[in-house]
């Protein structure tokens, strides 16, 4: 059985720095498209940043482009999201997400199979 486990949340002042990881563990797994998501209170859950782990093309959201990485190292089964320049805006849920599907990297969360349990981030002011 597959499983996502995201780690590496917490509290962390404004301009501050989060560094969010996802393990996969489980049977053998080799996901085509990893993502992130977030969900604040009483809204959406949005995209955030994904990647194609075959060719290493990454996409993020306008809203944090500049600010937020993602990256893999495939020895350790882990995604990660480097989040810098954190604002209280970025407050939500994160939640990391997989598909082993030959997909493009997509924003669209009903194209991932797979889903963590979530790691919550607050950004204060």
């Known amino acids: 059985q597959v499983q996502l486990v995201e780690s590496g949340g917490g509290l962390v002042q404004a301009g501050g720095s989060l560094r969010l990881s996802c393990t996969t563990s489980g049977r053998t797994f080799s996901p085509y498209i990893m993502g992130w998501f977030r969900q604040a209170p009483g809204k959406e859950r949005e995209f955030v940043a994904t990647?194609?782990?075959?060719?290493?093309?990454?996409y993020y959201a306008d809203s944090v482009k500049g600010r937020f990485t993602i990256s893999r190292d495939n020895a350790k089964n882990t995604v990660y999201l480097q989040m810098n320049s954190l604002k209280p805006e970025d407050t939500a849920v994160y939640y990391c997400?997989?598909?082993?599907?030959?997909?493009?990297?997509?924003?669209?969360?009903?194209?991932?199979?797979?889903w963590g349990q979530g790691t919550q981030v607050t950004v204060s002011s």
């Open positions: 990647m194609s782990t075959s060719v290493g093309s990454t």
């Open positions: 997400a997989a598909d082993i599907r030959p997909l493009y990297p997509t924003r669209d969360p009903n194209k991932y199979t797979y």
